[in-house]
């Protein structure tokens, strides 16, 4: 899988979406931006159903120029797609290691060791996580951390749709970089406009529709440089703050 185009469907008024087609390529980030109740959630599910003019907004999404048969959109989904929602919780009673194991072997993936798959994960979140912790005792920055690095080097899907990345307590500049360095069409649902601009291109909902997409501006290039030491800044003070140490100016 290479790409994936969307052609327009209709917003909430019934009006048919302003554009003739938008592709979107393994190897980049496209951020996804709008108000509350503008539509980012139903695109999501748009990508993730493969839909063919069957869903509310009358949508159709296609791989590299290619329908999906409604009989095979639940394969397709499962194979290419890994969904990583804003509230993540294992119900698995089993421990990381044994986890990590049984998925390994479900992907047929011997390419990867449980080790790499570990370190990874606590590169990503400040809460260390052990092999032989239960998966049900995991906090939330945990299991999204862990979930990254099992989609980023396990699993072989190459469409990645995530939500609200930033209110994971996880790094998402780790996260984000390396998921792209496996390769996957990320789209990321998010309000924040440090997350928003770490994309090439974002994708503006306004009332059920896709209203534009806009290429990053060489301006928008040095505010994401500000918005990053703003981040690494927040980063550095919530550090400090769960060792239970006071802040200062400079954190």
């Known amino acids: 899988m290479k790409s994936i185009t969307i052609y327009p469907g209709k917003n909430k008024l019934g009006n048919t979406e302003n554009f003739e087609s938008l592709t979107f390529y393994r190897g980049h980030i496209y951020s996804i931006v709008g108000n ?27 791989i590299d120029n290619m329908e999906v048969a409604i009989e095979e959109r639940n394969k397709f989904s499962t194979n290419l ?56 005792s995991l906090s939330g920055g945990q299991t999204r951390a862990l979930m990254i690095a099992d989609v980023a080097l396990i699993s072989n899907n190459p469409i990645v749709l995530i939500d609200e990345i930033e209110n994971a307590g996880i790094n998402k500049n780790v996260a984000l970089d390396i998921l792209l360095r496996s390769d ?51 980063l550095e003070c919530q550090y400090k703050l769960r060792k239970g140490e006071t802040l200062h100016e400079k954190c």
């Open 36 to 62: 509350t109740g503008s539509g980012k959630s139903r695109l999501i599910k748009d990508i993730e159903q493969f839909v063919n003019k069957d869903s509310l907004t009358n949508r159709k999404v296609v």
């Open 81 to 136: 797609i890994s969904h990583l929602s804003q509230n993540m919780r294992f119900v698995l009673d089993s421990t990381v290691e044994e986890f990590l194991v049984i998925h390994k072997e479900c992907k047929n993936n011997t390419s990867v060791s449980i080790k790499e798959v570990l370190d990874v994960a606590n590169s990503i979140t400040a809460e260390p996580i052990s092999l032989s912790q239960d998966l049900t």
């Open 184 to 234: 996957k069409l990320i789209f990321i649902v998010t309000h924040d406009p440090h997350t928003a601009l770490i994309a090439e291109k974002r994708i503006i909902m306004k009332n059920g529709s896709i209203f534009k997409v806009i290429n990053k501006t060489n301006e928008e290039k040095e505010i994401l440089g500000k918005l990053k030491n703003i981040y690494e800044f927040q």
